[in-house]
């Protein structure tokens, strides 16, 4: 029998689980686990206790909630606890692939003072959309796995795959502790498993469901200069010395034109050519330039063509200039002339950009150009930090099997997207389980993660918990199942 | 009898009363008169008390402690009072001319944490200096003026002038208030005033005495760029959409070349040419670039020879850039892509700059500079606020009478000096009494003014009593005494 047919009673379960899929989520709803808000601590703990009661309640076995100390300075409680990564998994039987699933049971924060329309922490039912912090972003994903549990144990249904949990609750504070964890469990907790699952972005538009492939790198500099020994006085400084500020606009003004166009050699060469394979993937996607205007509030658009717009944002690197440290930067006037400013760049990297080699280029070219000032001062340009691009093979077994669970839960072929960002613990689980993942978003592009009203459509949680549950299926049953 | 001879018991009275004169400052240096320290107003008014019965004991007329009303916002206490404008006469004889002298009574803040090395509000001699907040400014010139009245009564000589006073307690907070005072009593209480003289600036450096005759104007400005409808994330929207710091960067770094000209058509255009008599003004003056590095605590001078730096930091303008509101601005890396920024620059004006030509051209460069972009993005350049140059004839009554007195008492012909900042009471002054101002200082280039360890040398100090006193009879004596 296909997986499409064998599927139908668990489909048929999903929908009569409705209202207890919306409970679940609007009791996750109303724990306002918001990590970056000290004061709130106590109910991002809360949070992870009610993950235990619900995967135990699903039977899942060897629940951990791990301890991961005290949360590292800047704190004000210098005692402040990291809340736990919770783990959990369901079968561990040795014929059946592994599958890890990722999400994290944090929110951002929220007041209904910010605009919301309704108490940001009690779920409302309106229109087909399920308004709530972290009904999208991403309670509603971390749910959605456990519903999916829920209506296999209810339809007596074996679960094709041995299920993998790792919810984490600092995603919004910066995932503390997650990437140690993950190294020291990969051989352990996380042994065996064949492919991770994450859904915690979101479709490109509103229309269609997407599988996402790639996520473009950043590598974040900063270049100093400096000259005076103290900040000096414009009226009688200026004319006479070599002004920090000048070398600085000099240097970064040649850095990227208005087109957005990096002018930092060796820099475009290094991205991969756009093959033809490639260019035709963007031509069926779902978008247009008005939602490009729609999101960024205004027509600043560089391209105004579909396949312009994605490619820039997805395959080509951008370089962004950021602000200066150590100058006036308050409203009014002020006469000084700073003594030493550091101004800020990000570059987003792209396949096949090698990082080091980026930094040489970058290095190269800002100490070339404040050369040819051949100005006194003391100039330094350094890398802050960096973060490698991601892409997949959007035509794997993972992506293959999520494809046609999209297929039978929304019939339509999900287009396959990169993000401009990035989303730093893909990478993380490539490198050390060693294994392929798949970004499989649940909500729409218009959901508001992090913003006021953050949404999620009835139909995208209820089709999403189908969606998970027919991509475990498919990928149970290999890469010729139907 | 030439004023050379005439003038001798004076000298020696002044010479008799050092001790009364150090005890005058210590007592006015003893009242910590800080107008930026709502919480120290009081002292700010007890030092115009203290004023008040020092001009009464010397004999003065008229005595007026001007009420200036509430201080405007931004203060804490809405009802805080400004200090009053302090306001006296010594003789009202038609036959003689007459000078008003200006000064303030209130000093910069001062902790002896900051790293005195004594307590700034107790005056200390020590090695030929006189230590404490104010001692040169602007208490030690302001005593000075007393001192003088106080030297021609125990001599038993008359004021060759009628001397009226002018001081202030808001100078280092804006000199609140006096703008209006002076106009309104420009026909009333300084009715008749001939000429005004102001101690409130210094020596070039520390050998040699000079007068001060010009000064250069300041015309801030800032360019507005905008285009998203909020900040944005670089990741999403970087090589997709015109960034305003891109565009700001561009058109800001065109505005000055590392070596400080100008790039605006226009601008150098509008700048008096260098005559020969004033080109030798400069070969005698008592200057070299190591006091300028030691000035800026650098080696960033742009011109290593006197003649260069010091007319680049007093007649021709120049463009320093200052900041940028609405960028990122702090420690660390932001990836944000700001919606709004706000550049800021100011150029310092010098003769015969037309400040609303000066406008112009910079309005119209950077338009055209923005324009060549053909970016989408919304641009703005405005002016915030503008003070003019101030320049007088160094050679006119007033500085003739000085030089004179300068050489009487310094045996040195003075260096006749500009300054690169602004001190805008004196075309305030110029403007509304329309008379000559002539800045004649009494202190040294490294006495402190505004840090820590405050002084004026003790025979700056005696000298000055001297060099004001001298300057009033050769001014009454006219053009050409001896």
Known sequence: MSVSESIKPLFAQIDKLKPEYVNRLAQAVAIPSVSSDESLRPQVFAMADFLKKQLESLGAEDIQLRDLGTQPPPVADPKLQLPPIVLARFGKNPAKKTVLVYGHYDVQPALLEDGWNSD????????????????????????GWLNAV???NKAGMELPV????CFEGMEESGSLGLDELVAQEADKYFKGVDTVCISDNYWLGTKKPVLTYGLRGCSYYQITVSGPGADLHSGIFGGVIHEPMTDLFNVMSKLVDTQGNIQIPGVNEMVAPLTEKEEKLY????????ELNLASGSNTAIYQDKKNILMHRWRYPSLSLHGIEGAFSGGGAK???????VGKFSIRTVPDMDPRKLDEYVFKFCKEKFAELKSPNSF????IHDGNYWVSDPFNEAFTAARKATQLVWNVDPDLTREGGSIPITLTFEEQLKTDVLLLPMGKGDDG?????????????????KTLSAYLHYYAAGKDSE
């Open 120 to 143: 940001p922490f009690k779920l409302v039912e309106k229109n087909g959309k399920l308004y709530g912090r972290g009904s999208t972003d991403d309670k509603g994903p971390v749910m």
């Open 150 to 152: 829920e209506a296999h």
């Open 162 to 165: 041995n299920l993998v949990c």
């Open 283 to 290: 031509e069926k996607i779902d978008f247009d330039v008005d």
């Open 335 to 341: 006469t000084v002339i700073p003594a030493k400013v």
């Open 380 to 383: 330094n340009v350094e890398l």
């Open 449 to 465: 993660a992090h913003s006021i009203n953050e949404k999620i459509d009835v139909a995208n949680y209820l089709e999403g918990v």
